[in-house]
C-alpha cells in the first residue's frame, strides 16, 4: 500500500513541490526540442517573448506576464535548505526541469505592464488600478499628406466673398440656375400660376444674401423683412429683391436636373433608385470644396449631426438624447481644434460601405479619407462608434483612436476580479490592456469606460471635483483622471463647435420640401467653413480676425451686390402672383389658385397709377380671394383688383384691403 504525505499550509506544499524539482531527472517529454535548446543556452522563450524590444527589470520587481512560465512565487516563502537563496546580482531565472505551476498570475505592485501582452487568456485575468504601472505605446509618427491648415495663398487677402466661392462656386451656381429655370418652366406647363422671370446666376447670390441676412435678424415671417410698419421697416430687403421675387426663387428652387429627378423617381423600389438624388449636384460640390481647401491638424472628431426636419420622408430620423429630435443625420468628420467640417455624409438608411460590421463601423470608413489625410492621425468619437474591431483596424491603417465605449460591445473584458464598484469614490481607476488596446474604467460622478490605442492607464493627471467627505460636507478635490479621459474632454468637441458656429446665425427656413432644407444646410457649412478659414489666415498675417457676426454682414452686403441692378423689379405678366403662405420661411404656391383663370390686362404700364378695378361687368361676378386676408388665413372674396399688381383686394367701407396693401409696402411694380 503506498504510503501518503499530509501536509499542513501552502508553505509545506511549496517546499514539497521545491524539493520534487530539485530531484526530478529532466525526460525527454518535459519540453519540446526548440524550448530545451533555448534553455540550454539560457535563455528563457517565454519570458525572452513576452519583453522583446523592452528594458528588463530589476530582480526586485519581476516583470508578470500571463504566459505559464516558471516565475518565482510572488508569495513570501522562508528560507530552507529546500529554497535556495539568491545574490543581489542574481538574476531570477526557471529551474530548467521545473514543473509548471497554473493559476493567477499577480503582478507585484509597481510592476509594468507592456504593451503587448495579451489580457484576455485563460479568464483569469484582473482590472489593474493606478498603483499598477502601463506602458505606453509606441505612437506612429503624425504624417499628413499636406500642411495642416488652410490651402490657399496664405500671404493674400481674401474677402469673404472670395472664401464664401470657394464652396459655392459659379460652376455650382450654373448648375442650381440651369435646373430652378428648368422646373420653374416645368412647373408653369404643368398648371401652376406664378409670376416667373428667367434667373441668373448674380441673382441666386444676392438671394443667398438674402437668406444669411435672415440668419442675422430672425423675424418671425418672411413677408416682415418688407412690411412697411414703422416697427420693422427695413430698407435692405427691398433694395436687393422684391419681396415676391424672394418667393417666387424660393418655391422654384431646384438642385438636380428636373428631367433626370423624374427618371429616378420610376425607380423607386429598385436598387438602382437614388434617395438622395435631388441633393446630389450640390452635395458633392460642396464635400469636395471642404476636404480641398482644408487639410485638419492631427486630433479629428467623429460625431453626428442633426438638421431639422419634420418632412415625412424616410431618410428622416429620430434621436432622443439630441437637442433636435427629428431631422437628418448627417455623420460628419471636423477638426477638434477649430471646428471646420471637412466631410460629412447623409444618412440615408442604409450603409453605403456594407461591411458586415455595423454602422458605427462603415461610418467612420466613409468619413476616413486616409489617401488625402495621411497618417499618424488621433481619432475621437463617442460610444456609438467605439468598437475594440474598429480600433485595430484603424490601427492597421496607422490611425489611433480614443472614445468611451459600452461595456455590451464584442470584445470588450468580462471578467470582474477587482473591477469597479459603484461605491469606489470619484478617482478610481482600473485598467486592462489586451495587445495594443487599452480598456479604462474611471469613478466619477458615475462609471466612465474608455478605449484607447494612443494613452497609457495613468501618467498622474489630476483634475478638480467636489467631493463629499465622510462627515458629510463637500469640497474642491483633485483626484486621479486617465489621460484618456482628460484628450477625450479636450478633443471631441470638434462637431459641438461647428454645430455652435451654425446654430448662432442659422439660415434654416421652414419649408415642406426636404431637398431645400438641404440646401439651407449647405449655406450654413459654407458661411462657417468660410469664417474659420478667414480665421486662420488673418492669425497667419498677424492680424485681428473679425467675429462671426462681422464676417457675416460683410458676406451679405457683397453678395448683395454681385447682382447688377440694386433691386429686381417683378416682370410683367398675366397671371396673379401666388400670396405667400403665413407660416412658412419658403412656402409653396397655394394649389386652390393654381387653375384660376388670367387677371384681365387693364393696365400695361408701370407709370400709371394703382387704381382699383373690377373683374366683371359687376360687383357679383368674378369673385376672387383677397390676398391680404388670405396672408391673415382668411378666405374673404372680392370682385375688385389692383390694376398694376394684378392682386385681388377687399375695397369695402368695413374692411379696405385696397389701402392697407399699398401702405404696408407691398406695391408690385410692373
Not at 122 to 132: A, F, H, I, K, N
Amino acid at each position: 500500500m503506498t504510503s501518503r504525505k499530509f501536509f499542513v499550509g501552502v508553505e509545506a506544499v511549496l517546499e514539497e513541490l521545491d524539493r520534487m524539482s530539485d530531484t526530478e531527472t529532466c525526460s525527454e517529454a518535459s519540453f519540446d526540442s526548440v524550448r530545451e535548446a533555448a534553455y540550454n543556452v539560457g535563455e528563457d522563450p517565454d519570458f525572452d517573448v513576452a519583453s522583446s524590444g523592452e528594458e528588463s527589470q530589476p530582480a526586485s520587481q519581476p516583470r508578470t506576464s500571463n504566459q505559464d512560465t516558471c516565475s518565482a512565487s510572488t508569495t513570501s516563502t522562508p528560507q530552507t535548505s529546500m529554497t535556495p537563496t539568491h545574490s543581489a546580482g542574481d538574476s531570477v531565472r526557471p529551474k530548467t526541469c521545473s514543473k509548471q505551476y497554473r493559476g493567477r498570475s499577480r503582478s507585484v505592485k509597481g510592476t509594468k505592464r507592456p504593451a503587448n501582452v495579451m489580457s484576455e487568456s485563460s479568464g483569469t485575468e484582473r482590472w489593474y488600478d493606478c498603483s499598477e504601472e502601463d506602458e505606453a505605446p509606441a505612437l506612429p509618427h503624425f504624417l499628413p499628406k499636406r500642411i495642416p491648415g488652410p490651402q490657399l495663398v496664405m500671404d493674400r487677402i481674401y474677402s469673404p466673398l472670395q472664401l464664401f466661392q470657394l464652396f459655392f462656386t459659379v460652376s455650382a451656381m450654373d448648375t442650381i440656375v440651369k435646373n430652378t429655370n428648368s422646373f420653374a418652366r416645368m412647373r408653369s406647363e404643368a398648371g401652376k400660376r406664378f409670376v416667373w422671370l428667367p434667373l441668373k446666376v448674380q441673382e441666386l447670390y444676392s438671394y443667398i444674401g438674402l437668406v444669411i441676412y435672415m440668419g442675422l435678424l430672425g423675424a418671425k415671417n418672411i413677408i416682415d423683412y418688407w412690411s412697411g410698419k414703422e416697427i420693422y421697416r427695413l430698407p435692405f430687403p427691398k433694395s436687393v429683391m422684391s419681396r415676391s421675387r424672394f418667393q417666387a426663387i424660393s418655391w422654384n428652387i431646384h438642385l438636380c436636373d428636373p428631367e433626370n429627378d423624374v427618371e429616378n423617381a420610376r425607380k423607386r423600389g429598385t436598387p438602382a433608385y437614388d434617395k438622395l438624388f435631388k441633393i446630389k449636384p450640390l452635395y458633392t460640390d460642396i464635400v469636395t470644396a471642404c476636404k480641398t481647401y482644408f487639410h485638419p491638424d492631427r486630433q479629428l472628431a467623429v460625431d453626428e449631426r442633426m438638421v431639422a426636419s419634420k418632412a415625412r420622408i424616410g431618410i428622416k430620423q429620430y434621436i432622443k438624447d439630441k437637442p433636435t429630435k427629428w431631422g437628418y443625420k448627417l455623420f460628419v468628420l471636423a477638426d477638434s481644434a477649430c471646428g471646420y467640417t471637412w466631410n460629412f455624409f447623409v444618412y440615408e438608411g442604409k450603409s453605403s460601405l456594407a461591411t458586415g460590421k455595423g454602422l458605427s463601423y462603415d461610418s467612420v470608413m466613409q468619413l476616413l479619407d486616409l489617401s488625402l489625410l495621411g497618417g499618424g492621425y488621433q481619432l475621437f468619437m463617442d460610444n456609438f462608434y467605439t468598437s475594440p474591431c474598429l480600433f485595430m483596424d484603424l490601427l492597421a491603417k496607422k490611425t489611433l483612436a480614443c472614445g468611451t465605449v459600452r461595456t455590451n460591445r464584442q470584445g470588450f473584458p468580462k471578467m470582474k476580479a477587482n473591477d469597479l464598484s459603484r461605491r469606489d469614490p470619484r478617482g478610481t481607476i482600473r485598467w486592462l490592456r489586451d495587445g495594443k488596446l487599452l480598456f479604462l474604467k474611471w469613478m466619477d460622478t458615475r462609471e466612465v469606460t474608455m478605449c484607447s490605442t494612443m494613452h497609457k492607464a495613468y501618467g498622474g493627471e489630476t483634475v478638480l471635483r467636489r467631493v463629499k467627505n465622510p462627515d458629510g460636507s463637500w469640497e474642491m478635490r483633485k483626484i486621479p483622471i486617465p489621460v484618456a479621459v482628460k484628450d477625450y474632454n479636450k478633443y471631441m468637441g470638434g462637431v459641438d463647435l461647428s454645430d455652435a458656429l451654425i446654430g448662432y446665425y442659422n439660415v434654416l427656413h421652414k419649408t415642406t420640401k426636404w431637398y431645400k432644407t438641404f440646401f439651407f444646410h449647405f449655406v450654413d457649412i459654407a458661411v462657417v467653413n468660410s469664417f474659420i478659414l478667414h480665421q486662420h489666415l488673418s492669425r497667419a498675417q498677424n492680424k485681428s480676425p473679425l467675429s462671426q457676426k462681422e464676417f457675416r454682414e460683410k458676406l451679405v452686403s457683397e453678395l448683395a451686390a454681385v447682382s447688377s441692378t440694386s433691386a429686381a423689379q417683378d416682370p410683367p405678366a398675366s397671371h396673379s402672383p401666388e400670396p405667400p403662405a403665413s407660416t412658412s420661411h419658403a412656402p409653396e404656391p397655394p394649389a386652390s389658385t393654381s387653375h384660376a383663370p388670367d387677371l384681365p390686362a387693364s393696365a400695361t404700364t408701370a407709370s400709371e397709377p394703382c387704381c382699383p378695378e373690377y373683374f366683371g361687368s359687376d360687383a357679383r361676378s368674378g369673385r376672387r380671394v383677397c390676398a391680404l386676408c388670405k396672408l391673415s388665413g382668411l378666405k374673404v372674396k372680392t370682385s375688385v383688383y389692383c390694376t398694376i399688381c394684378s392682386v385681388p383686394l377687399c375695397l369695402v367701407a368695413s374692411r379696405n384691403c385696397f389701402r392697407k396693401w399699398h401702405t404696408d409696402g407691398h406695391t408690385q411694380t410692373k
